[in-house]
């Protein structure tokens, strides 16, 4: 995980007019072709990165505040030692090759650990970086704030980042961890399912009275249907699912669509309309009255809340700690 520690020493002459051949570290691999840690080009793998983030060299030399000829050379020097070319500069836009794309998220990665823990380490050397953390709005709000406060407790040094936005899978930002909404996958994280999701339509008390006698069908008919809008997916997906799984006849386009199933389960509360949402994630409303479950009609819709992370995290002690407590959790929730 050493990336670019000289760098700056090596820009500030570059800056000043001076430029040096590749340093014999990088001869070196490029003779061999075995990569290990003694001849890592930090320098190019700092270039590569920062012209595969912006998919410029104009732009990535402008970051770095060196000239665009001396990312370009760093960038050469790379794909030599490589034997590999990491971008496409036929076409009028710079593009990633396979190799480039394989290799940038790991380069990205190693920077972002490598940046976080010595600014951890120089704020407090006592302590670690924190553990950072993607979860789901709804699921964040309605189960595990609870358990991040009781984690706090048992473990009031290790610090937790939670980030949280509504996307399906997997977040576009780097995170140690990740609860995801989604249907079974496979991919190369460790994957650990949480909660699977069992779903029926809930209203407030005034609606479900105003319709009492109805049979399902005219119940969902005569109302709104209030969406839960998932990212790559046709914004009635949801609905659409459990009609065809109840065996009744719906119109999908009808009614409000929200980011989270929180925000759609409190316009059900306060405005009207029926939402379709998790019963054991809203149990408190429901208990409470708030929410209703006007029929017997819940349904395993096929997603769940599933935690991914990379093999090679669960070596950070605090990770796998949080990990394991995570599941049991979890697991005692059930």
Known sequence: MLVGIAFRRQTGLMRAGIHRPPASGVQAIAASKTINRRWLPLNALRAFDAVGQRMSFTAGAQD??????AVSRHVISLEDVLGQKLFDRSGQRLVLTAAGAALLPEVRRAFDLL????????????NGRPIRIHIPPSLLQQVVMPMIRDFHRAYPDVRIDVSSSPVTGMPSHETDMAIVFDRPNIDDRITDLLWLVRVA??????LAQANAGKSLEAF??????????????ERGLLWSTFGQTIGIALDTNRGHAFDTASLAAHYAMQSGGVALADVAMFAPEI?????????????DDG??????LRADDLADPTVS???SWLIAQFAARQ
Do not use: W
Request: one cysteine or more; glycine letters at 4%; charged letters at 15%.
């Open 64 to 69: 770095l505040d060196v000239s665009q000829s």
């Open 115 to 126: 940046e976080q823990t010595m600014a951890a380490v120089s704020q407090d050397p006592l």
């Open 201 to 206: 339509p809930v209203c407030s008390p005034a």
């Open 220 to 233: 969902l008919s005569d109302n709104d249907l209030l969406h839960v809008t998932l990212e790559g997916e």
């Open 287 to 299: 208990a409470s009255g708030q929410l209703v479950v006007p029929y017997d009609a819940a349904i």
């Open 303 to 308: 997603f769940g809340y599933y935690l991914k």
């Open 321 to 323: 700690l949080f990990r």
